[in-house]
């Protein structure tokens, strides 16, 4: 069942595959991942085709297409390669991420402001098509200004260096990334775009980050498919998902 107040969760499944690669099989599967988040209160499904394909392939994303009710918000590097993919799925949101093959995970936002003519037009066909495109980016001014300057309607804001601050006991850096996050949240909505946040969030972080009433959507994927391993899939995001209606003051929801 899909939330009812103004805070979606995007559930991201692209761990489900890491686990499946691990071993080189079919299970377990990300697509059976998606349909349970839908049933136990997702109201996306998020998942990253990197150019490395470690986890996502490209048949998770032709079986997604295929098989999905919930809208799909679909992560890739600004490549010509995975341009051609969207435009022949046209998901509903495209989110584009700055992708380095060495890293363990997306490190950073996108550095749009040095890059704004490549991705101005990088990024039209993509709208053209009916994608929502969104940029994920870090908490900086400069880099919302140009997002809004090259036509994105959406920016996600990376909250990574705020859960690893919690997770890390560093007072200080968690309260100059919240404040950071607080600001940039509500600079983004005042230019018109909608704000979504995601990285690195738990329990212990998603709170205060589900409290900005600029923040539409958050994306959340490795701690929920980890915590699965001990709660069970259904049962971890619907915690999550209690815990941000919660902190958002939303009256919270019976099942059913
Ligand atoms: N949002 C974006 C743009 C991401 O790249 C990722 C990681 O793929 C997430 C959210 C989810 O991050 P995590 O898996 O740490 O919850």
């Known amino acids: 069942m899909a939330s009812e107040n103004d805070l979606r969760l995007g559930v991201n499944i692209d761990h489900v595959a890491t686990v499946r690669n691990a071993r080189g099989g079919a299970y377990p599967d990300p697509i059976r991942a998606a349909k349970l988040a839908e049933e136990a209160g997702a109201d996306g499904i998020t998942a990253h085709l990197r150019e490395d394909r470690r986890h996502i392939s490209d048949d998770d994303i032709e079986r997604l297409m295929d098989s999905l009710t919930l ?10 390669e995975m341009r051609e993919i969207a435009l022949r799925h046209k998901p509903h949101a495209v989110c584009i ?14 550095e749009v402001a040095r890059e704004e003519n490549r991705l101005a037009h990088y990024i039209a066909p993509l709208r053209d098509a009916g994608c929502r495109v969104s ?45 950071a996050l607080r600001e940039m949240a509500a600079y983004g909505a005042s230019l018109g775009l909608e704000v979504h946040a995601g990285h690195g969030l738990t329990f212990d ?17 490795h701690f929920l498919i980890g915590e699965s391993i001990f709660l069970g899939l259904s049962d971890a995001i619907v915690e999550m998902r209690r815990l941000m209606d919660e902190a958002r003051g939303a009256p919270l929801r019976t099942a059913g």
């Open 97 to 110: 991420v700055p992708e380095k093959r060495e890293e363990r995970t997306t490190e950073g936002g996108l």
């Open 135 to 179: 940029i994920f980016i870090a908490a900086d001014p400069r880099q919302i200004d140009a997002a809004n300057r090259i036509g994105a309607e959406v920016i996600e804001l990376h909250t990574g260096a705020y859960c690893d601050a919690i997770a890390e006991g560093d007072v200080e850096t968690r309260d100059r990334e919240y404040q």
């Open 71 to 80: 809208p799909l918000n679909f992560e890739m590097a600004a490549t010509e």
């Open 205 to 221: 972080s998603v709170g205060p980050i589900a409290a900005f009433p600029e923040v539409k959507e958050l994306n959340i994927g």
